[in-house]
């Protein structure tokens, strides 16, 4: 983006250098404007963008030097969050049109299933609802207004089919996965080093431990929420998507129509951390169908309930892990053995320094609708990794702290992460009776972030985080505030994810609807969280999704301290009873 901007900038000043009539060394840019200090004249970009767009932009222009920095490394105000406070910010939900419709959706409960029969009369009969829709694997109630909507589409008795998958439950997935990482050959694997020869060496002591994490839903704040109007052949929608370019393209090959016959109007979103991507927004197909076969615009809104269980979830997944440690305590190889349905071998990045490490993945699908969730396969890697290297740890009769610090390379952006944090959090001071300190270090799209948390555990045996401290380096840091913003909103979301939050299945139908089964953190259970970033020279990281890997392994490790009980297996609630 600098260069792409400075590039612009140089065109900018070669244009109002010819406009001018002076050399381009007597101009400078700054305020949206095109100046020539000697003669006080200046032109504004706009006046000059439409020329300087027919220039052939610099791919190496000169850049700022970071002595002239105005906004990089400054806190500048968000600009969208006064609409937010107040009301006003437009949202998908928010969505009005002139003689618009509303619909509610509900689709088959076992994904995979098909709409077999459906009766509409029952909804037609509810005042306000003019039409019911009968889709592939759901149906439509079409309504004036959201609550004659969903009345109608409540008054409906619809018959769907299990698509074949009526059996499954959740417990019979991890049964399925650990059998499958015990019995098959992986379907893809990295790593270095002799693995085997490693952990067969004699004088070598084995650690093992098997993993798991469930389902885990995406909870925006703002259910699914689209409108759609498709007149003469064109079709128009309104709402909050992650990628409106590609759900355009999406919305054209549901329609049948051609990219440039589609005009998508985003609005912001309320949530989404890999939800509204177009691969995964099944709302994209539904409201389009349903707009084709209703000539006023329609807003197609998911219910609470409809969300939840129908989401793009986080996989479940399940790993083994072993490690063998040298008579000097070392690790000498690691394994991890996990089976989920995408491959995450590329994406996970191993920070330690051990002779022989193999990262192996076993290819194993559901009928769910596995998808991106906030720090993708970090999230569950991280967990493994993290808890795991306080197994070994602990096996190696050694700190945590100082048992990772020699398994890093002496002046790494890792050791130096971990060394901040450890440090700001006075790791090794005495703690509050009850309480103990867990840490864990991760590096995901490029940044690098330690956590250390303060925990407890209460006589009804749930997790409390007292206080987080998080260390982080992501290069160069554009805008502190946003940038502690994104590492704290990961922390909180991944704690609550941690500690209570679980999809499951039974008779292959999820069994959540809403908060009161599936609850979130409130904010009087979250903790104090103070975040520090590193100077760095290293290429710029990323922010949003960073901050989440840590801390699940780093909260478990602090409920060991605390408890000896050592948990594997997310979410936490319950498991460290005394």
Not at 149 to 173: C, E, K, M, N, V
Not at 307 to 331: F, N
Not at 464 to 483: E, F, I, M, T, Y
Not at 554 to 562: G, H, K, S
């Amino acid at each position: 983006m600098r260069v792409a901007g400075a590039a612009a900038r140089t065109a900018l000043i070669a244009t109002a250098a010819k406009r001018l009539s002076v050399p381009e060394t007597e101009l400078t840019a700054a305020n949206s404007q095109v100046i020539h200090v000697k003669s006080g004249r200046r032109l504004r970009y706009g006046e000059l963008a439409a020329e300087a767009a027919d220039m052939t932009l610099s791919a190496e222009p000169k850049l700022k030097d970071p002595k002239d920095y105005r906004l990089i490394g400054k806190p500048i105000p968000r600009l969208d969050i006064p609409t937010k406070v107040n009301g006003s910010a437009l949202y998908g939900m928010d969505v009005q049109l002139p003689d618009m419709r509303v619909a509610a959706i509900m689709a088959a409960p076992v994904r995979g299933g098909k709409l077999e029969t459906v009766d509409p009369e029952p909804a037609l009969a509810i005042k306000g609802v003019e039409k019911v829709i009968k889709l592939d694997s759901s149906v439509a109630v079409i309504a004036k207004g959201y609550w004659q909507a969903l009345t109608g589409l409540r008054a409906l008795s619809p018959q769907f089919s299990d698509g074949g998958h009526g059996a499954l439950t959740s417990a019979s997935i991890s049964a399925a996965q650990a059998a499958k990482i015990k019995m098959d050959k992986p379907d893809h694997k990295s790593g270095h080093g002799d693995v085997p020869a490693a952990l067969a060496a004699s004088g070598i002591k084995l650690v093992e431990a098997q993993y798991a994490v469930p389902f885990i839903h995406h909870a925006m704040m703002e259910p699914f929420a689209l409108t759609a109007h498709f007149k003469d052949g064109k079709l128009d929608l309104w709402g909050g998507v992650q990628d409106p370019l590609h759900s355009r393209k999406a919305a054209a090959q549901a329609a049948d129509i051609s990219v440039e016959q589609v005009t998508f109007h985003p609005t912001i979103m309320g949530g989404a951390f890999g939800r509204r991507l177009p691969g995964f927004c099944e709302i994209i197909g539904q409201v389009v169908q349903i707009a084709k076969q209703t000539p006023n615009p329609v807003k197609l809104i998911w219910s609470r309930e409809e969300e939840v269980k129908h989401g793009s979830y986080r996989p479940q997944a399940s790993a083994h892990l072993k490690a063998a440690l040298d008579k000097d305590g070392r690790i000498a190889g690691w394994t991890t053995d996990y089976a989920q349905s995408e491959d995450a071998t590329r994406e996970t990045r191993f920070v330690y320094d051990v002779p022989a490490f193999a990262l192996r993945h076993y290819q194993f699908a559901t009928n769910q609708h596995d998808g991106a969730w906030r720090s993708v396969n970090s999230n569950q890697n991280g967990f493994y990794c993290e808890s795991f290297m306080d197994e070994l740890a602990f096996a190696a009769g050694e700190d945590p702290y100082q048992f990772r610090r020699k398994h890093l390379h002496p002046g790494s952006r890792h050791l130096a992460v971990l060394d901040d944090v450890a440090k700001r959090s006075g790791w090794g001071a005495p703690l509050i009776t009850g309480r103990g300190r867990g840490m864990a270090l991760v590096e995901s799209f490029n940044t690098i972030v330690a956590h250390v948390i303060e925990a407890s555990i209460s006589d009804g045996g749930r997790p409390r985080a007292h206080k987080v401290w998080s260390s982080v380096d992501c290069g160069q840091v554009v805008n502190p505030d946003g940038a502690a913003a994104q590492i704290m909103g990961g922390i909180i979301m991944a704690l609550s994810t941690c500690i209570d939050e679980a999809i499951t299945l039974d008779k292959g139908a999820v069994v959540q609807s809403n908060f009161h089964d599936y609850p979130i953190l409130k904010l009087a259970e979250a903790p104090e969280v103070d975040v520090h970033f590193l100077e760095s020279n290293a290429s710029m990281g990323g922010l949003g999704e960073p901050g989440v890997p840590p801390t699940a392994p780093a909260l478990a490790n602090a409920i060991f301290a605390a408890t000896g009980k050592r948990i594997r297996q997310l979410p936490f609630r319950n498991q460290a009873k005394a």
